[in-house]
């Protein structure tokens, strides 16, 4: 959910920005695509032992890496965020 609520709020503050300061160009980053491909990957591995019915250390490890690339993630389009605001458009 943390990951879908990330993207719904970038969607929603560059619809914001585009409307207010004027069109501008929002690439995603290396550490968005990250958070994502740690989200499937903790995804498939909670599956995974939930399938086998079996507690793992691993499932834990797996939400903690997502939940902390998926929050660096944010903060770095925060701050992407805040540099584009302030250039003028091309």
């Known amino acids: 959910m943390l990951v879908i ?3 719904i709020v970038i969607v929603g503050v560059v619809a914001i920005v585009n409307l ?3 069109p ?3 690439r995603p980053s290396m550490l968005g695509k990250l958070a994502t ?3 499937i990957l903790a995804n498939v ?3 995974y032992f939930n399938w086998l019915m079996e ?3 691993l ?3 797996a939400i903690w890496v997502a939940l902390t690339v ?3 993630s944010a903060g770095d389009y925060f701050f992407r965020l805040r540099r584009l605001i302030n250039v003028p458009p091309t």
Do not use: N, Q
Request: no cysteine; charged share 20%.
């Open 70 to 72: 998926t929050l660096l």
């Open 45 to 47: 591995v909670i599956m």
């Open 59 to 61: 499932v834990d490890v």
């Open 24 to 26: 501008r160009t929002f």
């Open 55 to 57: 507690r793992s250390p």
């Open 20 to 22: 207010a300061v004027g």
């Open 37 to 39: 491909a740690t989200f």
């Open 5 to 7: 609520s990330r993207d």
